[in-house]
């Protein structure tokens, strides 16, 4: 059975991982932000606390594999919700952002489930996935900033060396 100091832990952790990523993507000026993956986080972590059949101190074996399904699923819509594709402009903008969306529901189930390091280390990972400079990206892809820059004024309305236009909208 958990005690109110665990689930305590359990929500707070859930909250701090949201919390850190809508930070990063509040830096970069996404319309998703501190307060929607703080809410992402706490929520994903109260459902797999309350639904995974702890609290009762009775879990069932698939309870919280049903958990994290219906989460993760249900997230996957309000992450849909930030990808637009802008008029004369194929590039869809918000990608980025969906993923991070989608991750934090799944930080916060590993929180709501008591796996602390699984919950942590994806936070650290998925801060560092994001803070990757788009210089990287470019050298990955094997261009330089400097054809980025020629790029930009091409009329395509898309910026080459974006991660999948991500670099401005939600």
Known sequence: MLTELD?????????????????????SHKS?????????GVGAAAAAAIFSGELYGAPHPDAASRVVQGVLTGIGFLGAGVIIRRENDRTPHGLTTAAAVWVTAALGSAAGLGHWRVALTGTAIALALLVIDHSLERWVQGRSPRDDQSSEGNGSGTKAGTESGDSSGP
């Open 7 to 27: 689930i305590l832990l359990k929500l707070l952790c859930g909250a701090l991982a949201g919390i850190a990523v809508g930070w990063q993507r509040t830096l």
């Open 32 to 40: 998703a932000g501190i307060r929607t993956f703080g809410l992402v």
